[in-house]
Every structure is written in structure tokens, then in C-alpha cells.
């Protein structure tokens, strides 16, 4: 064989090559991102937790810690233990809504 086909072959290799380890990786990993977002649908109750690292309020979704935050800015801010109400994602938080207390009549 010449020099110009062992080439050929060579290049053809490397390309198969990193076709392969793209399939393999894209299968392998998925975002949890994204997995949260298909898994979770709005209106699902969750508990507010501290983070014990910087004491960031948030939920748990599928096991990943995300950052809470109200949609109604107009509202005060979250506390440990409090029930929300998932509404959407937006960038890496989770926003929620307050869950209204029952009022005894």
C-alpha cells in the first residue's frame, strides 16, 4: 500500500472514532436539568430545605438540589420547612409559589 491510502485510512479512522465517543457520551449522560424538567410537572408540593453549605433555601427535585425562588416578587422570601408549590424552571432555580394554609371557620 502507498503512503496516500494509509492516510486515507487513517483519517477515516480517526473520524469513525470520534463519531463513536459522541454516541457513547450523549447516551451515557444525561443532563439532570433536563431530566428534572421532564419529571416534574407544576403544581407538585415540595418542602423548602437549607442548604447546610451557604444556607441557600430550596427543594430537592430527583434527588438535585435547586435554589428557590417565589414568582410573585412581590412576596417575602422563602423559610426552612415551608410548603411550595413547583411552578417552573428558570436558568438553575426552581420557581415556586406559596402553598395557602387552610383557615379553620
Not at 2 to 11: C, F, G, N, P, R
Not at 43 to 66: E, H, M, Q, W
Given at each position: ?90 436558568n ?8 395557602a ?5
Amino acid at each position: 500500500m502507498s503512503i496516500t491510502w494509509l492516510s486515507i485510512l487513517a483519517v477515516a479512522a480517526a473520524v469513525v472514532i470520534l463519531v463513536l465517543i459522541r454516541l457513547i457520551r450523549s447516551r451515557s449522560r444525561p443532563n439532570p436539568a433536563r431530566t428534572a424538567d421532564k419529571e416534574i410537572t407544576p403544581g407538585k408540593r415540595l418542602r423548602c430545605t437549607t442548604r447546610p453549605r451557604d444556607r441557600a433555601i430550596g427543594v430537592f427535585i430527583n434527588g438535585s438540589f435547586y435554589r428557590a425562588r417565589i414568582a410573585d416578587l412581590r412576596q417575602p422570601t422563602l423559610e426552612h420547612g415551608e410548603d411550595v408549590a413547583f411552578v417552573r424552571f428558570e436558568n438553575n432555580a426552581a420557581l415556586v409559589e406559596r402553598i395557602a394554609e387552610p383557615t379553620d371557620h
